[in-house]
């Protein structure tokens, strides 16, 4: 009774996150934090652009400036998704829940034990990427103090204002310095959400091969039976990875051209560096950027196969002592079991480590061609 009428912002697999979001109002509540958080970005965004455009600063603010314009888009986007969605993130919110419930009242100690490593690993990545970010952050505000010339945290352009002068850069300074964190509340926690998403998929995955080893210590007047309730599970799987993918394949497409252009920019970005805490600054965005997107892919990859794991489970069960019946059932899910579950980019590319390798290999052939032409 105490596990039902838990909120779904208290479940232990999700930590802070789902209570970061419904604070700044992207979940669950509608007020004026969200538009405290949103306006500032978006008005910042747009300006952004134009100063790119009309920028006469040297390349290395440019370039800087570049990587900040694309990682505000990208952060906006995820805030915009949650909000134009927000009943759906919601409704699949409450899916997950009925789902983790269930595991939670299993009287299964593996699948317990399953649940609480699934739970810690969410929680410490969850805390991973607070960390980065908030390193980020302290980034983003440190990196023009150490600059021989006067910049801002992030490039902006404001007509018929120097910025640089006194006492507009100290008040545009102030202001980009709170927005930072603000930003981080926008943009890790949507990360840690879809992997919380994808780490309950793959102890879906991993609930399912347990159940089709443990076929052997059942009665034979069990096994039947049991098998069939691993295909309804199977079928509760795939549906919630396609609810999953529906709601963030589009955000995934977003997330594969901005890691790509944002990762390009750092790599030059850090060559030209003007200092050594400069260069070190970058070198902490690289890894807060990579990271980032590499728990993605890899938890991504790991879905893959383990989804795949279950027909070999299926196919390492007694299935010899099986009647025919029984057998044409366990085949039944072994062939179901066949095309592996995936979370795709744009609803047409599996999100994998493969596919990280490829974007890697084009990013530093880019590089090396902007490199070429700078040099």
């Not at 949650?82 to 939670?104: A, V, W």
């Not at 103090?145 to 120097?162: K, N, S």
């Not at 938890?299 to 027909?311: G, H, M, P, R, T």
């Amino acid at each position: 009774m105490e596990l039902q009428a838990m909120a779904t912002t208290e479940m232990p697999i999700f930590g802070n996150t789902l209570k970061l979001m419904k604070f700044w109002s992207y979940l669950y509540v509608h007020n004026w934090r969200r538009y405290v958080a949103m306006t500032p970005y978006v008005l910042t965004n747009i300006t952004q652009y134009f100063d790119v455009y009309l920028s006469t600063e040297p390349l290395d603010f440019i370039i800087r400036n570049v990587y900040l314009a694309v990682l505000f888009t990208n952060t906006i986007v995820r805030g915009v998704l949650l909000i134009l969605h927000r009943k759906q993130y919601e409704g699949f919110l409450e899916l997950l829940k009925s789902y983790y419930l269930q595991l939670l009242n299993s009287t299964d100690k593996h699948i317990a034990q399953l649940v609480l490593e699934t739970t810690r690993l969410s929680n410490s990545i969850g805390r991973i990427n607070l960390l980065m970010g908030t390193c980020s952050c302290i980034g983003f505000v440190t990196y023009p103090i150490f600059g021989t010339e006067r910049v801002l945290p992030y490039g902006m352009y404001v007509p018929g204002i120097d910025k640089y002068a006194s006492p507009y850069y100290e008040f545009f300074f102030v202001v980009q310095a709170i927005m930072a964190p603000m930003g981080c509340c926008m943009y890790i926690p949507y990360t840690n959400l879809v992997v919380t998403f994808t780490l309950f998929a793959i102890l879906m995955c991993r609930v399912l091969q347990h159940k089709l080893r443990s076929l052997q210590r059942l009665p034979v007047s069990r096994v039947r039976q049991e098998i069939i309730w691993c295909i309804q599970y199977q079928v509760k799987l795939e549906g919630f990875v396609n609810a999953m993918n529906q709601l963030n394949t589009n955000l995934h497409l977003v997330e594969f051209l901005c890691f790509g252009a944002m990762l390009c920019v750092l790599l030059f970005s850090m060559i030209i560096a003007q200092t050594i805490a400069q260069t070190v600054i970058v070198i902490a965005y690289m890894i807060m950027i990579f990271a980032n997107s590499s728990v993605l892919y890899y938890v991504a990859n790991e879905l893959y196969f383990q989804s795949f794991y279950i027909s070999i489970a299926a196919y390492e069960s007694n299935w010899m002592d099986f009647d025919v019946e029984t057998q044409k059932t366990l085949k039944f899910l072994i062939m179901r079991s066949q095309k592996p579950l995936a979370i795709l980019v744009g609803g047409v590319y599996p999100m994998n480590l493969k596919m990280l390798q490829s974007l890697l290999n084009v990013i530093y052939s880019f590089f090396t061609l902007l490199r070429r032409v700078y040099g």
